[in-house]
Nanobody, 123 residues
């Protein structure tokens, strides 16, 4: 069993930055993926980024490449999503999740989810 708690969301102006944290408890193996997803009102949940727990592999949604960076601190059992140059279209509830296979882009493949944190980017 894995429990996830997100933090770090908030209100920021366009062009600003936020860092989201995903604190994990429970057993996470090196070949698991931790992903960040977002869901805006009236839209489908969208893959944003993923990192293999071992840390050597990362993936990003094309529209966030170069602006967002996913990383992890194994000692703290925490995954971060550094978001720079934020745009109003980044506004959504961001959630982290753990996936035990390799279908890291598919929300339905994830087994454990956090409660989500709101990110609002004003223009």
């Amino acid at each position: 069993q894995v429990q996830l708690v997100e933090s770090g969301g908030g209100l920021v102006q366009a062009g600003g930055s936020l860092r989201l944290s995903c604190a994990a408890s429970g057993r996470i193996f090196s070949d698991y993926y931790v992903g960040w997803f977002r869901q805006a009102p009236g839209k489908e949940r969208e893959f944003v980024a993923a990192i293999r727990w071992s840390g050597e592999i990362t993936y990003y949604l094309d529209s966030v490449k170069g602006r967002f960076t996913i990383s992890r601190d194994n000692a703290k059992n925490t995954v971060y999503l550094q978001m720079n140059s934020l745009k109003p279209e980044d506004t959504a509830v961001y959630s982290c999740a753990v996936e035990r296979g390799n279908r890291y882009r598919e929300a339905r493949s994830y087994d454990y989810w956090g409660q989500g944190t709101q990110v609002t980017v004003s223009s």
